[in-house]
Structures are given as C-alpha cells and as structure tokens.
C-alpha cells in the first residue's frame, strides 16, 4: 500500500512539474502576433507561435508577409521579461535566404525600434539561434530593414524570465521609528 502512495504521488509531482515546464520554457506561445502585411490569411503572424516548428510552408504552420520595406513581425507578450535566447525556424522548403539580415529586437516600445539583440547571417541550417542575453523588453521583433522582402517565419520561440524589478529597502524614518516604538 506504502508503495502505491508513493507511486501516486511521484506521479502527481511529475504531472505538475511537466506541466511547469511546459509554461515556463517557450514564452512566446503566451504573447500575441502582428506582423507588416499577410501574404494570404493561412500565413497569418500567429503562425509562427502555434508550437508546430514544421519548416515546410505548404503545411500552414508558418507565417508571410507580403513584399514590405521594412517586413517586420512582432510578438506582444504582455508583460516585460528578461530574454535569455530566440530561437527562430526559417523556411526550409523554398527561398531561406530571404531572412538574410534580418534582425531581431528586444524591448518596451511597440514601434519595432528596439534594441538589436542579433542579426541573421547565415540561413544555412533551418533553425536560428539568437543569444538576447537577459535583455528586457515586453516586445520581440523581426525586422528585414533596407529592401522590400518578404519574410516568412516558420515559428519563433523565446525564452526567458518574466522581469521582477529589485525594490530597494525601505528605510525607516525617524517619525516612523517613534510610532513603532509605542504603537
Ligand atoms: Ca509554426
């Protein structure tokens, strides 16, 4: 009996725990897409935060836009977080030169203006990894600048904390100090 109890609950702290991680790893499923233009409604932005990393476009998991300058794509996600890494899964069925320079940004304002975290040099494997470094910032974009492109983006996801600012110690004045003393 001793041992089913303990069965159970190793299970039960398994069940949790994955269902912890699951939340906590790939941030970008919990924000909100946009991007410049949609080339046709199946590419839509949302596609490329839907979890399904299939690089093929024809399977309707990645999203496009239309030939934009700049083309951009911006994740929203709703709260500030400390960006450690984004991981970005190009097209891999046609044309994945086209994220050539792209470049993607971290921070607070919704313009695509912020701060470069990296730049897309090489498309030669499907999956691109950008180290942000803790950078803080509520919005995450992708941004082609200088020449009309399409960008198509199978899925990015992103990983992080959620931004706890450090409140420093409340210093006790010299009235509170007396109210304390005999309240
Ligand atoms: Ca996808």
Redesign the pocket.
């Known amino acids: 009996m001793k041992c089913f109890v303990v069965l159970l609950v190793c299970i039960s702290i398994g069940w949790v725990h994955s269902g912890k991680i699951k939340l906590k790893d790939n941030i970008a499923r919990l924000g909100e897409a946009t991007q410049s233009s949609t080339y046709r409604l199946e590419y839509k932005a949302a ?8 690089s093929n476009m024809m399977e309707g ?3 496009l836009t239309g030939n934009d300058n700049p083309a951009w794509w911006q994740l929203d996600l709703k709260k500030r977080y400390k960006v450690d890494t984004v991981v970005i ?1 190009n097209r891999g069925d046609c044309c994945s030169e086209r994220l050539l320079g792209a470049k993607v940004r971290v921070g607070d304002s919704a313009d695509n203006n912020n701060p470069v975290c990296g730049t897309v040099t090489d498309v030669s494997e499907e999956t691109i990894v950008v180290s942000c470094h803790g950078r803080e910032g509520r919005y995450v974009s992708v941004v082609i600048p200088g020449r009309e492109e399409t960008l198509q ?3 990015v996801e992103v990983y992080g904390q959620e931004y706890k600012p450090v409140v420093p110690n409340h210093e006790e004045s010299d009235d509170e100090f007396v109210d304390n003393l005999f309240n």
């Not at 596609?47 to 299939?54: H, Y």
């Open positions: 596609a490329a935060i839907d979890g399904n990393t299939d998991s990645c999203s899964v983006l199978c899925e």
